[in-house]
Structure formats: C-alpha cells, structure tokens
C-alpha cells in the first residue's frame, strides 16, 4: 500500500519496435502485466525493414521475429496495435493511461492471415513496408511475419469506407473476419508506470531534397537500400536502380543528411549512419563484388565495440573508398548522377555515379510534441526527450521512463539496452505490486511418446528467397516426404512467423507428430521459438531437431544451386534420422539464492548494486581498490557544467544507507564455483577469507587510462593525458598560467597500441577545451583529430567550440603529429592538409586522448568461464539480443568491462544488467537445460578424469556402495561434452547427442552418399 493507495501492478510501454518489445519481455519475466502500445497495425518498427545487422550477418527480422512470437503468445503482454496515447493522469503506481485505438475493420482474433481477400482487393497503395519501391493493396499485413498476424483496411484509401462502394473483400473471406461496422475505442487501462519507445522520426523530403531526392528516382534514402538489399524485398534482393531495373555498378553514400546541419533544425549527430553506411556498403560488396563504392564523409563516427574494424575490413576486402567531404550538389547528367563536393585539401571535385544513397539521420518522432503533451514530459530543443546524464533513463516527469532513439539517436544494442534499464526502474518502483496481476501460463500434459513409433513432421522454410532463391525447397519437400517415419511434410514463406507456429501446432494434433524436425536458419536464435512451440501442443521440448539450410547452404553456397539442394536433402535426412531416436528430457527447476554479486565498485557496479536493492534483493559490491568510485573519482565536470563528484558522493551515501548492500573494498577474487541460482564465491580481504552465497553475478570490472609510449608521454611534465588536464582544470586557477594548448586525438588508440576507438576520447578533448576558454578566453586551443566523434547530442559542444574559438586540425594516421622538446619548450609539428605546410605550435602544455584498455581480468574470464574479446573486453551473448548477458547463464555485464562508454551509457547498461539479473532473483528458480550429460553409473569406474577436465565444474565424484562415482550436477552443465568424449568406459552420455543419435545421422549421410 502507498498513501492508502494499493499500487498497480501493470505497466505500459509505448511503442512495439525492438526496444518497447524488449521492455515488455524483460517486464513480463520481472513479475508485471504489460500493455504495449504501438501506433501502427503490426510491431517490430523499423528494424524489421532492415536487410542484416552488423556484425553477425544475421537477418534483421530473423533474429527479431521470434521475440515478437514470443511477445505476442505471452499470457502477459496485451498488444494494442492502431493506437495513439491520449493522456497520463495520477501518479506514480496510479496512473490512467487513455488511449485511443482506431478500427482495424479485421477482426484480430478471427483473421488466419491467409490473404485471399487481399488478392481481391482492387485498389493498390504504395507500400510503405518497402519504402515505396512497390505496391501493395488497401487490405494487407505489413510483413509476412508481422505481429498481430492480421490484415487490416487503409481508412483513407478504402473505396468502401470512403465511397461505401465495393466490398469485394467482405465476401471472399472464410473466416468472416471482415467488420466495417468495427468503430474507433477509447480505452482506459489502470498502469503503475510508463515507459515511452516510440522509436524515430524520418528527415524531411526537402532536406533530401538538395541532393536530388524526389527528382532523381536513383537518389534514395539508407532505408530503401536496406530494402533493396533485402531477399524479402521489393528486388528480391537484387540490387538494381529503381528508374530502369538496371544494375549500378558505381554507388556513393552520402553522410550526415539531416544531421550535423543546423539549415535544417538538427545540429545533433545521429550516431548509427557512419555504421550503417559501412554496413550496407559490405553487404552491397558481397551481393556484387564488382560494385565501386564511395562514402563521402565529414567524420567517420564508427566509435562504436568493433565499428572501426568493420571500417578497415570495407576497406581492404571490398575496395569501399572513403573520401572526406561535404557533397553540395547532385546533378543528373547523362543518365549519370554528378556530384559537386570540395574534399579536405579544399579542392573542388566531381564524381559520377549510378545509385546515390542518403545516410539519413534519425529525427525525433513526428508524434513527440503530442506524445510529450499527453504523458507531461519534458523535450530538449530537438524534440527528444528531456533526460540527465546520470539518470539518463528517467523523463521529467517520475513514474515515466523512456528507452531507445526517442532518448536520443542510437543503435540496435544501445536501444536493447535501454529498455531493459528502464525494466528495472520499474521494477523499483512497483517492487509492492511484483506478481499482482501477472498470469502463470499453464501447458498442456505432455504427450508420452516413448512407446509409440516416431511420427515425424517436417517443415522446411523458403525464408522469403533467403533460403528458396538457391535451395530448391519443392524437390526437398518431395525428399522428406520419402523418409522413414516421416507422416507430414511442409514448406512454408517464414517458418518463425506467428501464423507458422500456430499451424505447426494444428499439424500436431492432426497428425499426432511426436517428433518435429524444422529445416530454416539457425538454432542459435530459432531453436527456442519452436521448442516452445511444439510445449504448447503437448510435446516435450527436446523431441525437436534443426537443420541449417540457409547459412550452411543457400548462403555459403549461393552460386551453387544443385549443390545447395542436395546439401540441403542431406541435412534433412539426417536430422530425420536423429529425430527418430530423440526421446523426452526432462526439465529440471534449481531454487535461486536472492542475492546479488557486483564484482567492481565503479559507476556501473554502484548503480547496478542500489538498482538490485530497490527491487528488493540483497548485494555485495566486491571492489579491489580500497574505495568505491572507480573512474568517476577522477571526473570534475560534465558537458551540462554537473560535478561528478557530487553525483559520487550520493550514490555512495545511498550505498552505505541501504541495509540490503554490503560492500568489500580491498577485495580480491580468490574463486568462484556453482551454478545460476546457486554461487558461491570466495574472497580474500584485509580481514582474511569470506565465503559469499549468492544466484546471479554482475561484473562490472571497468577499464583504465591507457599508458601510451608515444608523444614523450612520461618523459616530458609538459604532455599530460585529458583526465591529468581534468583534474588541473578543476581548481578555479587551472588555466591561469595556459597560453597555448595542443590536444591529440587517438594517441595510441586505432593504431599499433589499441586498435579500436575508446569512443569518450573526442567528448573528453572538447569539454576539456571548452573548460579552458571558460576559464582562460584568451588561451590558445588547438585539437589535431582523425575523425570528430562527438555523436549525439554531444555534436552542440563541438560546434560551441569552434565557435569559441577553438582550432581542429585534422591529420592522417600516416602522418602522426610529432611531439618534441628542445631547451626545455615543447614544440608540436602537424601537416594542415588544407595549408599543405607544416605547423608548429609552441605550446605549455599537450593533453593527450589516450583511450581506455581493459581490466585485468583474464583470470576472472577463466574462473566465471566467459570470453574476452581481442581487445580484453568482455564479450556480450550476442551483440544485438543480449548485450548485457554472457553464454554462461546467471552472470551479466556492464560499464567499461563491456566496451568503453560514456557515464549515461554506463548507467543504462548497470541497470539493464540489474534488470536481467533480477529475473532470476524475482522468480525464485530457473529451468535447467535439459541438454546435460549423464552418467550411467553402473559402467563408471570412478578414474575422475570427467571431473578433471570439465570447464564448468559440473562433474564431482560422490561414494556409491563405498566406490567413487561420477555425477552431474546439472546446473552446471553446458552440454560441451568434453567428458563423454574422454570416458574410458564410454559411461557419459549426453542428452539430445547421444551416441546413437549421432552415429544414426552419419550413417544415413553415408547411405545418402553411396546412392548418388
């Protein structure tokens, strides 16, 4: 209860693209009942429009349609799609939200999604799915997977609605889904909190207008190139252009177009097009390794955790050509495009091409002012929402948070990540009301199969052309249905799809299946979707077997159609095989200790501790250094003038006030055994050894100021690093005795030292610069630079810079400054590539940006059994899904140990760790994977060589009738099999893979082979 009130237990989260899915899963598994709200008829926002995603290649919508599956069979989640926010009203635990929801005129829970009254519908649209490259019809779905998986009726385009003409449709569906008597509602749903994603807006036609968008049909936006890129696309993949179908053979990108421009409103940069330009450039080079490409350029801002080196392989592998300048014009000129742009020795150029692709930026949403009015936030001047660094996920107004681009423009993984922070906000808040109003989702008994003869289903997925484009899928249907055991057998546009699950569903049941092989793309990301699936019929989950056909077919052998189909046949037969011989697993549940551990008691491992004890759970903050703090103690001021340390002082007074934290400085790792739910760590302090029982794990080790060897750094007390300047700049006199200073970008970083971008290097150079002239106008300040990359909102101080006063002189990586001391004066030497002369510059003082490296936390990396990046950063679960998760389940990641960030960065991340962290801790057990190894006792000898050499610590050695065992514990067990592979006595066997299993599957290759 609060203030006599009780609190409600529901949330709603405000727009379904991938962050607003993402808050609502997280929400949905932290204990809440979620309304996820979404403007348009179908979720998944813009990235269900993208090709691939950097840097697995992945397909965009493949690996995000089985989280809107997942969303959308959620007993938890309600999905209101057509739907606007009309007003927020109460307060935090007690709001009102009103929404108005428009009429579908198709009735959700009747349409099957079969198309056929949209193949009579006779009034076509531009699609808008595909950016307007192709039609559609007034009556459809925006995508194939689309969730709802439902049609809707284009109000405005409608001959009936508009002209009560026609109704074609009405009669041509089964269903009788069809209902143009369905009126708009106004909807009134009781919410404890807010979370707004409405995603991003799109730059004005008359921006891209000045480089011929509208009037040269082969200018297009970064948006329609995805879409032309796309297999599922308006080309099926095909890149060609779009006034004549011929295919380019030059194609430039044209950067920061809505961006970086204050002409146009938007002084901002919005951080993802460096990135997504050198993205489609590679994908575009591997459809056609003949295309010449071109990305002109201001500053290359690919600063993100493997950006540069995706840059550098554009480069070298597919020829991709970087060129700084800022394009003027756009000409067409003999079925040419001409561009005008002066390049960075001030040299007036041209260059003709055939495609030209706008890298537009991200505006704030078209509905931001009215959505800003309705919920009573706060916008900055762009019409984002108004945030503080160091609560970079709450808006104005408390008991609404915000997640993803409408923060400010950002990327994929930034936006997974923020919604899972803004998760645990909510779950703070609502900690009273976790529970309430969530629905246990019940399944079916399992059908017992054990005794009956394997009834095989198989179903094989074109992918849109992904895969149907190479793999003939009709001749591999026709294959599978020969196979022993197989009773059914289907092909279908996108398996994954909402209304796929649904059927493969009904074909269990019609055809008693009790086995399911899936031929599609990846187990990696697909596997759960349709064990999931085939739960809810009634089967136990592992009775299910995968085979790869699109990345170990139609993608590696794309110029080899037979042979891809054979391949194809092969890998069906032999998951067919295996599956004969599956049997039922069972699924184990282990109890969760509710404790946290925070390893680093930095910004990150602070702010992830308190956000755990806010939610209710108990934490210990293991730090080696004797205080809290980490790098933040040496931080003096933000861009918006906000001291640090203040910031500091709170949250550590917040820390030592919270009875549920309990905090170990001078602290050192010694071991760490045991399993998600149940660890148990082992410290060594001051006071001596202490033992900590705890069910998840946090690290938050962060990073250190890299110690460069160059620009007489250590050798000279004139070269200082930006954070030494930080500190001197602090006290009022710090800039009295400055004349002249010289700071040097990348100073070790992308190059021979670090070779990727520490990414707050260029943030920290300008504030450092801006410091100084507020301090000291008349001092000198002079920054020599690779690339700029003050993205974001970060863009408006380096523009005050410049304005100020302050010199940016660029220089190439071939071509490093020279730093060099003679009768005690420091002197800098730098090519002006406009000047086309060496500049020397006697100043008292070099600051140095020197980047950051990691920790030293190989030896953590061994005990926790989690993987280090090149660099010894921490590599993430998957870059894009699960950027703040290990493989090793129960332990999360965050801050500096991640990749190098900014403060509002490392926060959200704390607090989307904290969030994913407390789903265990909420629900008080995790499921077990069942794919662990067994041992069958009776062969066991007890030689203990399984329990030497397992990684994950998950085989002990335990006395049955006076004689060493082994055992598993199978919490603990990853199913890598390293153990049944050294059995002597073959006594290890693993579930899924037993040696049956895998022997049946190379035997039928073998037969498969000996027939051809």
């Not at 990235?47 to 969303?71: G, R, W, Y």
């Not at 599956?579 to 200790?593: F, N, S």
């Not at 410290?683 to 962060?702: C, D, F, P, Q």
């Amino acid at each position: 209860m609060k203030n006599g009130q009780s609190i409600s237990g529901s949330v709603l989260v405000v727009g379904g693209g991938v962050a607003g899915v993402q808050a609502s899963l997280d929400l949905s598994e932290l204990g809440f009942y979620v309304y996820l709200m979404e403007k348009s008829a179908s979720i998944g926002g813009v990235m269900a429009q993208l090709d691939k995603t950097f840097p697995t290649n992945d397909c965009s919508l493949c690996i995000l349609s089985p989280k809107l599956v997942e969303a959308s069979r959620s007993p938890n989640i309600k999905i209101i799609t057509n739907a606007d926010l009309i007003a927020v009203e109460g307060k935090p635990g007690n709001f009102t939200a009103k929404i108005y929801q428009r009429a579908r005129y198709i009735k959700e829970d009747i349409c099957t999604g079969c198309g056929i009254c949209a193949q009579y519908c006779p009034t076509p649209i531009l699609d808008t799915y595909n950016e307007r490259l192709s039609l559609t019809k007034v009556l459809h779905m925006d995508y194939p997977q689309a969730v709802p998986t439902c049609f809707y009726i284009d109000p405005e385009r409608c001959l009936f609605l508009n002209y009560e003409t026609c109704k074609i449709c009405v009669p041509t569906c089964k269903a009788k889904a069809i209902d143009f008597k369905e009126k708009d509602e106004l909807l009134e749903i009781p919410v404890g909190a807010v979370i707004l994603c409405p995603g991003f807006g799109r730059i004005d036609e008359g921006v891209m207008g000045r480089y011929g968008y509208g009037r040269y049909p082969d200018v297009i936006t970064s948006l329609q190139f995805e879409r032309i890129l796309c297999a599922s696309g308006p080309y099926e993949g095909t890149i060609v252009r779009p006034s004549d179908g011929a295919h380019p053979r030059r194609i430039a990108y044209i950067q920061c177009v809505g961006s970086r421009d204050v002409s146009c409103g938007n002084g901002y940069c919005s951080s993802v097009c460096c990135m997504y330009a050198v993205k489609e450039a590679i994908v575009a080079g591997e459809h056609d390794p003949n295309l010449e490409q071109t990305i002109f350029y201001m500053d290359m801002r690919t600063q993100g955790k493997g950006f540069d080196a995706a840059r550098e392989r554009a480069r070298d592998q597919y020829g991709v050509r970087f060129i700084r300048a800022r394009v003027s014009r756009v000409e067409q000129l003999n079925g040419h495009l001409r561009l005008s742009y002066v390049n960075g020795q001030g040299q007036h150029k041209y260059a003709e091409f055939d495609m030209v692709v706008l890298s537009v930026g991200l505006e704030s949403p078209l509905q931001a002012k009215s959505l800003a009015k309705a919920v009573e936030v706060g916008l900055n001047k762009y019409d984002f929402a108004k945030t503080d660094p160091f609560f970079p996920l709450e808006t104005t107004r408390p008991g609404i948070f915000v997640a993803g681009a409408f923060q400010s423009p950002k990327d994929i993984p930034e936006s997974v990540t923020q919604a899972s922070g803004s998760a645990a906000y909510v779950s703070e808040i609502l900690r009273e009301a976790r529970g309430s109003q969530v629905v246990k989702k019940e399944y079916p008994a399992e059908i017992q199969v054990e005794e009956e003869e394997p009834r095989i289903g198989v179903f094989i997925c074109h992918c849109g052309i992904n895969i149907g484009s190479v793999v003939n899928v009709p001749e591999v249907r026709r294959y599978a249905s020969t196979l022993e055991n197989v009773v059914y057998v289907d092909e279908n546009p996108y398996t994954c799809s909402q209304d796929t699950q649904e059927n493969i569903k009904d074909k269990i049941k019609e055809y008693n299946l009790n086995r399911l092989v899936v031929a599609a793309c990846t187990p990696r990301t697909h596997e759960p979707l349709f064990q999931e699936t085939i739960r809810e019929a009634g089967l136990n989950r592992t009775l299910f077997e995968m085979a790869n056909i699109r990345d170990q077919c139609s993608w590696v052998h794309m110029t080899e159609p037979l042979k891809a189909t054979e391949k194809a046949k092969d890998l069906v037969c032999m998951a067919v095989a295996k599956a004969r011989l599956v049997r039922p697993l069972k699924e184990e549940t282990v109890p969760v200790i509710p404790k946290g551990l925070i390893i680093g008691g930095g910004i990150s491992g602070m702010t992830a501790a308190l956000s755990l004890a806010h939610q209710g759970f108990e934490c210990f903050i293991v730090e080696k250094e004797e205080r809290l703090g980490g790098n933040l103690r040496n931080m003096f001021y933000t861009f918006e003038r906000q001291n640090p340390q203040d910031f500091l002082k709170i949250l550590q007074k917040k820390i030592e006030e919270n009875p549920l934290i309990h905090v170990y400085t001078e602290a050192n790792i010694e071991d760490i055994s045991g399993y998600v739910g149940n660890f148990t760590t082992t410290l060594r302090t001051k006071g001596g050894n202490e033992v900590l029982n705890h069910g998840v794990i946090i690290v938050a080790t962060g990073a250190r100021e890299h110690q460069t060897q160059k620009f007489l750094y250590g050798k000279s007390k004139q070269v200082v690093t930006q954070s030494e300047l930080e500190k001197m700049l602090s006290s009022p006199a710090g800039a009295d005795e400055l004349k002249d200073v010289v700071m040097i970008q990348c100073a070790g970083s992308r190059g021979e030292e670090l070779p990727y971008c520490s990414k707050i290097c260029c943030g920290q150079a300008v504030k450092n610069a801006l410091k100084i002239k507020e301090l000291n106008p008349h001092c000198g300040v002079y920054i020599l630079y690779r690339d700029i990359r003050t993205y974001g909102f970060m863009e408006d101080y380096y523009r005050e810079a410049r304005e100020k006063g302050v010199v940016f002189i660029p220089y190439e990586k071939e071509r490093e400054p020279q730093v060099i001391e003679e009768e005690g004066q420091v002197k800098v030497k730098v090519l002006d590539p406009l000047l086309k002369e060496t500049l020397v510059i006697k100043p008292n003082l070099v600051a140095l940006s020197v980047g950051m490296v990691a920790s030293e936390v190989e030896q953590l990396s061994k005990i926790l059994k989690i993987p280090l990046t090149e660099e010894r950063f921490f590599l993430e679960a998957h870059v894009k899904l699960r950027p703040v998760e290990f493989s090793v389940e129960g332990v999360y990641l965050c801050g500096l140990a991640h990749f190098p960030k900014p403060i509002e960065e490392c926060v959200a991340q704390a607090k989307a760790a904290a969030a994913k962290a407390a789903i265990p801790l909420a629900k008080g057990f995790v499921t077990v994977e069942p794919v662990v190894s067994k041992v069958m006792t009776e062969l066991c000898i007890g030689c203990g060589i399984c329990e030497s050499l397992c990684p994950y610590k998950a085989i002990r050695l335990i006395k049955v009738d006076k004689k060493k065992k082994a055992e598993t514990i199978s919490a603990s067990c990853k199913g890598c099999g390293i153990c049944a592979a050294h059995c002597p006595k073959m006594a290890i066997s693993m579930g899924r893979f037993r040696d049956d299993e895998i022997c049946a599957q190379i035997k039928a290759f073998l037969e498969m082979r000996s027939k051809n």
